[in-house]
């Protein structure tokens, strides 16, 4: 069973409390009625979805109910860092560096 660390309750989790909620760090358009039909497509669908390392929303609905951010390995499906929303993107090459060793 994967255990998710939510940063607002401090506690290791069972993921089934949890709920993904895509991609971290996706900023919205400022104006998204000046947009055209492919720039708000592009907004709303398009996503990196790399192999490796990855800034996801996650939502602990059956907990604190917040949302926060986690990077993911996608490959190993192991959390290496998790933090609360509004907070910075930790440096990917350097968590990356560390889970390699």
């Known amino acids: 069973m994967l255990l998710i660390h ?15 909620g895509g991609e971290a760090h996706i900023a919205r358009p400022a104006e998204p009625s000046k947009l055209s039909d492919e ?9 990196t979805n790399p192999r490796g390392l990855m800034a996801e929303r996650w939502r602990h609905v059956h907990g604190c109910g917040r949302f926060f951010n986690a990077i993911r390995d996608t490959v190993s499906d ?16 350097k968590l990356a560096a560390e889970a390699a060793q």
Do not use: Q
């Not at 939510?6 to 993904?20: A, L, N, Q, S």
């Open 6 to 20: 939510c940063p607002y309750c401090g506690v290791e989790r069972p993921e089934i409390e949890f709920r993904y």
């Open 39 to 47: 720039e708000w497509a592009e907004f709303l669908y398009m996503r």
């Open 78 to 93: 192991r959390f290496l860092k998790v933090y609360k929303a509004g907070e910075k993107r930790p440096d990917m090459k």
